[in-house]
């Protein structure tokens, strides 16, 4: 017999799960017409890729969860120049996102999605190519044990890449990266990419990723072939393009989000100066603050952290570092200056590499 301080946890416990069910429940939806094959199972898509197993044709890979925008679109055509097959995923992640987080209210835009990618061709010598195929599976599919964005609660396999995910982003969003490694370590498994594209505006993201494919020794794709396509950006303010900014009104997004770039650019030209870390970090915090105080009385404008990492390790530089300091002492591995600031309710992240990209296999 439980005790009632343990009957109530179980209760509670149990009335998570059921709501967690009923809100996945909730996002699910039939496909939507389209002219791109759309796989919803596992056991479907496996029986397409045989195909282009038996056809050795290479396959390209863009993990996505929706609410495609340019950016999204210019890892695809990336995919489609380089690759005989593209495939896309869908999917809206519950093991990434906090109970605290937007899970329920992420965009959801399938149908427009579709039709984006429907529109889309790449010409090359070998004849025009377009999407091949795109993974929509659903929570169940992908979860067959259950999720709880509750890390306390879930049960069943997860992938952590320890020592990696918690600096910059993983700061914090602690739970994110255990996440997102679970979820394409499942993605991989299932799609076999030959190559894989992801954005350098989720650039600590990439670089895990790519470690933990060395780490697991996977085959599908190998490390050398997880390449990194430089951020997609606003023509007009170089804001980052990203599904969240469809949270932003047209004020916040025209007016104040485009302050994290400039901050980024103005640490990035103080390092190039010659300028130490620190002072780099606090001329950035000032652009931020001096956009909060023009703008502060319309818009909740806070920064959440502005920060310097070595690419490889992701340790913090010191402080009282400079450039030529640095590229003497680890010849010249690269630096990645990151932010992440709040607009409202919208939390916006972004960075720019201070050295060498193509060291980190970032491709033009």
Aim: hydrophobic residues 40%; contains cysteine.
């Amino acid at each position: 017999m439980l005790l009632p301080s343990a009957r109530a946890a179980y209760i509670l416990a149990s009335r998570r799960r059921a709501l967690t069910l009923r809100l996945h429940r909730n996002m699910s939806s039939s496909l939507p017409p389209s002219s791109i094959p759309l796989f919803d199972t596992v056991a479907s898509y496996r029986k397409w890729r045989r195909k282009a197993y038996d056809e050795r044709k290479s396959v390209g890979y863009v993990a996505t969860m929706g609410a495609l925008h340019d950016g999204h679109l210019s890892l695809v055509k990336r995919s489609l120049a380089e690759n005989d097959l593209t495939v896309l995923s869908i999917f809206v992640n519950p093991a990434q996102f906090a109970p605290h987080e937007d899970l329920a209210t992420y965009p959801r835009t399938l149908p427009r999605d579709i039709e984006l990618l429907s529109a889309l061709s790449v010409a090359g010598p070998e004849g025009v190519r377009a999407p091949s195929a795109v993974f929509v599976p659903t929570v169940g599919e992908m979860y067959p044990s259950g999720i709880s964005q509750n890390t306390q609660e879930q049960k069943g396999t997860f992938v952590e890449v320890k020592g990696y995910g918690h600096q910059m982003e993983g700061k914090t969003r602690p739970t994110f990266f255990r996440g997102v490694a679970t979820v394409v370590t499942k993605l991989f498994n299932v799609i076999e990419p030959t190559r894989t594209y992801f954005g350098q505006k989720d650039i600590q993201q990439a670089l895990l990723l790519r470690r933990m494919t060395r780490d697991l020794l996977l085959s599908h794709p190998e490390p050398q072939n997880l390449f990194i396509v430089p951020t997609a950006r606003d023509p007009t303010t170089s804001l980052a393009l990203s599904s969240r900014n469809a949270y932003l009104t047209p004020h916040e997004r025209d007016d104040v989000a485009p302050a994290l770039y400039a901050a980024l650019h103005a640490a990035r030209t103080a390092w190039e100066s010659g300028a130490s870390k620190a002072e780099c970090v606090r001329r950035a915090q000032a652009v931020v603050e001096d956009t909060r105080r023009e703008h502060g009385g319309s818009v909740d404008l806070r920064l959440d952290y502005v920060e310097m990492n070595d690419a490889d390790s992701f340790e913090v530089v010191p402080d009282d570092v400079v450039r030529g300091e640095w590229e003497q002492e680890v010849a010249g591995r690269p630096v990645i200056l990151s932010g992440a600031m709040w607009v409202g309710k919208t939390r916006l992240i972004d960075n720019l590499v201070l050295g060498a990209r193509d060291t980190l296999g970032i491709v033009d």
